[in-house]
């Protein structure tokens, strides 16, 4: 069965700190994908990335960077130099290539304080 | 490109009335939408898988005569909820796969916020 596990419930950090986003996943699928999705109040689910499970190579977009290990079954989200705007609820995902659905995480609360 | 429209954004019915909730991919074709709910301060919860022309693939424990999906045409879904009480106040989210742009390419709709009374 596919799993997706965020054990942080909620963080706080002070404004240009960075930030690491834990996400842990289970799945028997060889070919699978992972993705990342911001939440704003708003409550709009906002994409971030996708990665394939064939493609190990970390990610950096301006201010933020994924590091996917397939050894620890990881795809963690970092934030760099963290600002107000960057709060919101993130969630990490999981499909397989079999259907389309996506498994959602419990999602990460994440505050950014002035 | 590639914009998913969820029609209305916010709806408070009274208990027992019924709700539609449009999904609208506004650019590109989709043969598959997907509905998802979300309770306050939780996870989107996939209930039902949409296909074009064919019936909806429901989820466990997702009552299908409840939530009565449509899927009439390559660019709208439909979720009604029917007979709705309190405990259906949630957010629904819909997402539309684009056939053209490949596979586990979904793009997500605004969300609906339904409050029943």
């Known amino acids: 069965a596919q799993k997706v596990t965020q054990a942080q419930t909620e963080i706080s950090v002070v404004e240009k700190e960075d930030v690491t986003l834990d996400c842990v996943y289970e799945t028997r699928d060889t070919t699978y994908y992972l993705f990342w999705y911001k939440q704003p109040p708003s409550g709009e689910l906002v994409f971030l990335i996708r990665r394939n499970s064939f493609d190990e190579q970390n990610e950096i977009s301006g201010r933020y960077s994924w590091n996917f290990q397939k050894s620890t079954s990881s795809f963690n989200f970092t934030i760099t130099a963290s600002q107000v705007v960057d709060s919101a609820v993130y969630f990490c995902a999981l499909s397989d290539e079999r259907d389309d659905k996506i498994i959602f995480g419990k999602g990460t609360r994440l505050h950014i304080l002035p | 490109g590639a914009v998913v429209s969820q029609h209305p954004s916010w709806v408070i019915c009274k208990s027992g009335t019924s709700v539609k909730i449009e999904c609208r991919s506004l650019?590109?074709?989709?043969?598959?939408m997907f509905w998802y709910r979300q309770f306050p301060k939780q996870s989107l919860m996939l209930m039902a898988t949409?296909?074009?022309?064919?019936?909806?693939?429901?989820e466990q424990g997702v009552e299908k005569d409840k939530f009565l999906i449509n899927h009439a045409s390559l660019t709208l879904s439909t979720l009604t909820v029917t007979s709705a009480h309190p405990e259906d106040s949630s957010f629904y989210i819909c997402?539309?796969?684009?056939?053209?742009?490949?596979?586990?390419?979904?793009?997500f709709g605004p969300g609906t916020r339904l409050t029943v009374l």
């Open positions: 949409s296909n074009e022309g064919s019936k909806a693939t429901y």
């Open positions: 997402s539309a796969r684009d056939l053209d742009r490949g596979y586990n390419e979904q793009f």
């Open positions: 650019d590109f074709q989709a043969t598959t």
